[in-house]
T-cell receptor, first 116, second 109 residues
């Protein structure tokens, strides 16, 4: 058990809808990362937060947004959903803002999003 | 060309065989991660390397920074090792990970 909790495990929704994915990091971890894994693109980094502030952005669409709350849990909001957004969304946490320092990542079990 | 390349893409082995999965990268890195993803989808971090070699049980990971290459070895492979193994590099001075496309390993009894 990594200590990272993601909810829900599965989500099925229709095109055009909006969903929220939730992540609770491992106790004590201040950094939260979001990744998308689709069949054709593999794993891709979306966004990182550290102690409530956005720290790095990857290939995140404008229709997607995220935030990290004072209790350090994070939410990834996906809106105007398209069929191509169907993917596994992973959250990971680490215990520091590394910036060149190296800290292990702890992954959640992912949320499987299916857009129909 | 992808910045992180893994080989082979697919690998089958008999139980007990020695397995090697390779990862080459073309960017400057501060660390390289080896991840394991089981059929259920969950991802487990196996190793994080910035130099040399690490060993955990039957798993060994090595990295050659000059050659921009890493290998993951599994000794005495077992069917429960069947999974996708993913190499990911953390680019220098950032927290971004760039992922390889993964190696699907199947170990048969």
């Amino acid at each position: 058990d990594s200590g990272v909790t993601q909810t829900p495990k599965h989500l099925i929704t229709a095109t055009g809808q909006r969903v929220t994915l939730r992540c609770s990091p491992r106790s004590g971890d201040l950094s939260v990362y979001w990744y998308q894994q689709s069949l054709d693109q593999g794993l891709q980094f979306l966004i990182q937060y550290y102690n409530g502030e956005e720290r790095a952005k990857g290939n995140i669409l404008e229709r997607f947004s995220a935030q990290q709350f004072p209790d350090l849990h994070s939410e990834l909001n996906l809106s105007s959903l398209e069929l191509g957004d169907s993917a596994l969304y992973f959250c990971a946490s680490s215990d520091r803002e590394t910036r060149g320092l190296n800290s292990p990542l702890h992954f959640g079990n992912g949320t499987r999003l299916t857009v129909t | 060309k992808n910045e992180v390349e893994q080989s082979p893409q697919n690998l089958t082995a008999q139980e007990g065989e020695f397995i090697t999965i390779n990862c080459s990268y073309s960017v400057g890195i501060s660390a390289l991660h080896w991840l394991q993803q089981h059929p259920g989808g969950g991802i487990v971090s196996l190793f994080m390397l910035s130099s040399g070699k690490k060993k955990h049980g039957r798993l060994i990971a090595t990295i050659n920074i000059q050659e921009k290459h890493s290998s993951l070895h599994i000794t005495a492979s077992h069917p429960r090792d069947s999974a996708v193994y993913i190499c990911a590099v953390r680019t220098y001075n950032t927290d971004k990970l760039i992922f390889g496309t993964g190696t699907r390993l199947q170990v048969f009894p």
